[in-house]
């Protein structure tokens, strides 16, 4: 696969991230992008993608929550 066509789906697996916790905690995308940054939820999403894209958004949510639990 291209690199290019590899960053895109990374981008839009981490949109789709955000807005699925987003969803599950009725807080703002934006509130979400910056707990994302802050905690460096986004950086182990994308170096650990072609494993968890494969995952179920439950899933997800348990998995970011408990990271941001671990890093506060």
């Not at 950086?43 to 949510?61: D, M, P, S, V």
């Amino acid at each position: 696969m291209l690199p290019n066509k590899v960053l895109e789906e990374k981008a839009i697996f981490i949109s789709f991230c955000i807005e699925q916790y987003a969803k599950a905690k009725n807080k703002k995308a934006e509130d979400v992008a910056t707990l994302f940054e802050q905690y460096g939820i986004s950086e182990h999403f994308c170096e650990f993608y072609e494993i968890l894209h494969t995952y179920g958004h439950q899933w997800l949510i348990e998995e970011i929550d408990e990271m941001i639990n671990k890093r506060k």
